[in-house]
């Protein structure tokens, strides 16, 4: 289990996590897609990956050549370079077509791009099974065949589409799975499996007010477990939709008239004792109308409860006390709801004028947090860059110091072996006297390059704090591509995610959506103000037999086993602990809804 921040942080830890274990297989890239499966929920967050991880191969020189980009349907790219990991996705039987000269290619296969044709066709290599072994294979897919889906990045995979793999390792993005998909994640190693958790995402705000920050890495692991749990909650289907009913027989026998617990009295004798059989008779009369009552009173009970059951909203199971909360809750949230569809409608006149509305707002702050962060990235990449240039600086004058050293130490010591010869050898002079007129240049160079060396040493410590401060100014190193990668892609497509912001700000926040919930709640307050009238014109009997019959539902929902019990008070649209409902969903404050258990829907249930 890792978990980290927020989703980007999170992913860039995957992706970090991948990068170290993908060596062992550096060698072979086969080897490589058959052992080490990375795997997320959604096809955003798999396009996430992909794009990282294409950063990051070609940042290492694995990718060769320009990014060859294919249009695809609704104006989506693929761009496609040599070295490419990539993932076929439609089926191409042209064995059949061609006689066994091709080979078929299929849905699923993942390998890697070997060559891109000055005519776009991309030669794909995979490795299959065959009688004899594992053989590798290539085929030339058309530009056609890409255009129309037949290929994707293939690192990372949804788990729908590794569903029947298997692998050394597995890395999974957990965000976004239910319980039968993580399963299925979770499932696909033979050595490791790896899940990560955004804990932020996976918080609300009140958990991390509540919480505060984890003191350490094992707390922050439990944390966003915990909170990864309450979103898998509530999803398995292989349950009752209504509680196992009790026994059909409840009457204890020993309450029972004998004859109906089966043990009829002895006959009395008909002349000789007939006071003892008519006192006999009218004890068992006695019980069995005492019996009749009983039961007369139960089916009333019963018929109460299922009365009060129909009422909307499972009003008529909250006892006084809840009800009076319920209906404070309600004039809350319908004071809220006006308020919001006030707001609503000025909003719908202020993107009319040509305003953001709240999602091209926040992914106006998006870029902005993200320029930002590449200007960081930038300085910090300049600094180090000046450090290194003046590293390597000092290391050319150490070597040209060094040689220069050397020459000199060759110069003395040839100086030295001409001293002798030049009165035995006249030819000799010429060189010695060359070598007196050297020597004291290569001394000038030396020190020359010393006081060179010694200059830039002076300035080392500077630039190392300049470097030092941008990269503590700028976010995690590890993060830095998926981070400029990110920057990218926004500002590439900037115009239409704006386009899109604003048309989904249009689509959510309408004055119509916010009516349509002020109604809803005004109806619900009043359907409750009903109720509680209601229950102000009731005899003192009839109160007593709805308080009664509350009393036996409140007995029964405590006799239930506490997993059906918690699944009943999850379930959405669950009315407040303590009732029950076959009808409208009744009103729940906002603060008692997860966001993220928006999907989960699990079944209902009923009496």
């Not at 020993?254 to 006959?267: D, V, W």
């Not at 008519?278 to 019996?291: D, G, K, N």
């Not at 998926?482 to 926004?490: A, N, P, S």
């Not at 386009?499 to 926040?509: N, P, S």
Request: net charge positive; hydrophobic share 40%.
């Amino acid at each position: 289990m890792h978990a980290g921040k927020g989703a980007t942080d999170t992913l860039a830890a995957l992706l970090a996590d991948w990068s170290d274990v993908r060596t062992a297989y550096v060698r072979d890239v086969h080897e490589e897609l058959a052992n080490l499966l990375v795997m997320a929920g959604t096809n955003a967050d798999v396009d996430r990956l992909n794009a990282a991880a294409r950063a990051l191969r070609r940042a290492v020189g694995e990718l060769v050549g320009p990014d060859v980009v294919y249009a695809l349907a609704g104006g989506r790219r693929l761009e496609l370079a040599v070295g490419d990991h990539v993932r076929v996705r439609a089926n191409d039987y042209r064995a059949q077509r061609t006689g066994g000269r091709h080979a078929d290619v299929l849905n699923g296969y993942r390998g890697v791009v070997v060559a891109i044709g000055r005519d776009r066709c991309v030669e794909v290599e995979w490795r299959q099974q065959s009688a004899d072994g594992p053989r590798l294979v290539r085929e030339v897919l058309a530009p056609d065949y890409i255009a129309g889906g037949g290929l994707s990045h293939g690192t990372a995979l949804t788990v729908a589409a590794a569903q029947g793999q298997s692998a050394h390792h597995a890395l999974v993005y957990g965000m976004g799975l239910d319980p039968h998909t993580l399963y299925s994640a979770m499932t696909r190693d033979r050595i490791s499996a790896h899940l990560y958790l955004p804990r932020d995402v996976l918080e609300t705000d009140a958990d991390r007010a509540r919480l505060g920050e984890p003191r350490t890495r094992a707390e922050e692991i439990d944390r966003a477990v915990t909170a990864y749990a309450a979103t898998l909650d509530g999803e398995r289907a292989d349950r009752f939709l209504t509680p196992e009913p009790p026994p059909i027989a409840t009457q204890p026998v020993g309450e029972r008239a004998p004859e109906l617990a089966g043990t009829p009295p002895e006959r009395a004798p008909h002349a000789t004792e007939p006071t003892d059989a008519r006192q006999r008779l009218a004890a068992i009369e006695a019980e069995a109308v005492a019996f009749a009552e009983s039961v007369r009173e139960r089916l009333l009970a019963e018929d109460a409860l299922a009365a009060l059951e129909r009422l909307p909203g499972g009003l008529g199971l909250l006892n006084a006390e809840q009800l009076d909360e319920r209906l404070a809750a309600l004039a809350e949230r319908a004071g809220a709801t006006a308020e919001a569809a006030r707001q609503a409608r000025q909003a719908v006149r202020d993107l009319a004028a040509g305003s953001d509305g709240p999602r091209a707002a926040a992914l106006r702050e998006r870029r902005d947090a993200l320029t930002r962060t590449a200007e960081q990235i930038g300085r910090a990449q300049q600094a180090g860059a000046r450090l290194q240039q003046l590293d390597d600086a000092l290391d050319q004058l150490r070597d040209r110091r060094h040689d220069l050293q050397q020459q000199i130490a060759r110069g003395k010591k040839r100086l030295a072996e001409l001293g002798g010869l030049t009165r035995l050898v006249p030819a000799s002079n010429a060189e010695f006297r060359r070598l007196q007129e050297h020597l004291p240049a290569l001394r000038k160079r030396l020190q020359a390059v010393a006081e060179r060396a010694e200059q830039l040493w002076l300035t080392r410590p500077a630039l190392q704090d300049a470097a030092q401060s941008a990269a503590a100014a700028a976010p995690p190193r590890h993060t830095w591509t998926t981070r400029l990668t990110e920057h990218d892609t926004l500002t590439r497509q900037w115009d239409e995610r704006l386009a899109a912001a604003r048309r989904a700000d249009r689509v959510t926040r309408t004055a119509a959506a916010a009516d349509r919930r002020y109604k809803q709640a005004r109806g619900q307050l009043a359907t409750t103000r009903t109720e509680h009238a209601r229950r102000l014109d009731l005899t003192p009997d009839q109160r007593a037999l709805e308080n009664a019959a509350r009393a036996e539902h409140a007995r029964r929902q405590a006799a239930m086993p506490d997993r059906e019990r918690a699944a009943l008070l999850r379930s959405p649209g669950a009315p407040p602990p303590g009732t029950i409902t076959r009808s409208a969903e009744p009103y729940r404050p906002p603060s008692h809804r997860d966001p993220h258990r928006q999907h989960n829907r699990g079944p209902g249930l009923s009496r």
